[in-house]
């Protein structure tokens, strides 16, 4: 799928192993124009490594979404290197550590809880109202999902919740934005060995499960999710918008 000449803004690069990684680097080889965002300066370093392996000239610019400010200034700094954007990811998550693990009731905060829907979802609509102005027509937001928004994984506790909201952001985003031709949808991804996943409790034990029942008898790659990234954002989804593609080789329709 060609990309050629398309400006992809990139949200929530953490290390080589993210899916966010994966994206940039599926849609480097297909032509497009790369941003990369970083939260902070102990991940700049990251991001800079990875933006050495793509193609091209790669912007950098810091943005903690927990900002409003950040966010403004990402949108000023894209704004000033190249007027305006074709495709936005949003690959940002948090929730703190102590919420991802034993009784959800017993340990859910109210802190927790703002927290959590706050970077998980409310950033990702957030990016939609300061850059919807220099998104251009034909234009694509795309963001991460996964299983735990409708379904108990455990220990994924709050984060769970917060997906659901991020889900339906996608279809409420997707039909505020359609007026303006700008298409928004979902991967809900399958259980991956990234860093964030790294704070759930007993991961292994779901990576196992997973695979065990998967229709496909494995787990899913970045790759994978980077390639059906690449299908929403190009022209060959042009009648996709408001949805949530599973892509956990079909995990998602498993019964017990």
Known sequence: MNLKNKKVLIIGVASKRSIA???AQVFSQNGA???????????????????????????????????DKDIVDLKEFIKDKWSNVDIIIHSAAFAPRELLNGDFVDNITREGFQIAHDISSYTFVALAKEFSEIINPNGSML??????????????????????????????????LGHKNIRVNGISAGPIKTLAAAGISGFNEILKHVEDKSALKRNVTTVEVANTALFLASELSSGITGQIIYVDCGFNISGV
């Not at 970083?38 to 793509?54: F, P, T």
């Not at 379904?151 to 997707?174: D, P, T």
């Open 143 to 176: 963001t991460l999902s996964y299983l735990g928004s409708e379904r108990v994984i455990k220990n994924y506790n709050v984060m769970g919740l917060a997906k659901a909201s991020l889900e339906a952001n996608v279809r409420y985003m997707s039909h505020s």
């Open 33 to 67: 124009e790369i941003a990369l965002t970083y939260q902070n300066e102990k991940l700049k370093s990251r991001v800079e490594g990875i933006a050495d392996e793509l193609e091209g000239e790669i912007l950098i610019h810091p943005c903690d979404l927990a900002k």
């Open 21 to 23: 990684a994966s994206i």
